[in-house]
């Protein structure tokens, strides 16, 4: 499976942006999206099961919503009241049954003051 992110860019504090990651065929398992900022470990966001529960990482639900269509294959992570904390670049991610770890190519969120 390959994973295609999309809509990253620049954006002022206090704004929006949505993510959206295209998966190459239909993912049974929990997709995700993770970050990492420049000097720092990649963390978690947020995953979603299939069945569309959410699972959000340490001070990411109250800004952050991740949301899947199984139809279409896609996770889309809308972020809102964006802080320069949270420059970063984020991950689509799906870990397969097999215990392979999948992930897109990441999308650039630069949050200015």
């Known amino acids: 499976v390959q994973l295609q992110a999309s809509g990253g860019g620049l954006v002022q504090a206090g704004g929006s942006l949505r993510l959206s990651c295209q998966a190459s065929r239909s993912i049974a398992e929990d997709m995700g999206w993770y970050r990492q900022a420049p000097g720092k470990q990649r963390e978690l966001v947020a995953t979603i099961t299939r069945g569309h529960f959410p699972n959000y990482g340490n001070s990411m639900r109250d800004r952050f919503s991740i949301s899947r269509d199984n139809d279409k294959n896609t996770v889309s992570l809308q972020m809102s009241n964006l802080e320069p904390e949270d420059t970063a670049v984020y991950y689509c991610?799906?870990?397969?049954?097999?215990?392979?770890?999948?992930w897109g190519r990441g999308t650039q969120v630069t949050v200015s003051s």
């Open positions: 991610h799906v870990q397969l049954r097999t215990g392979v770890d999948v």
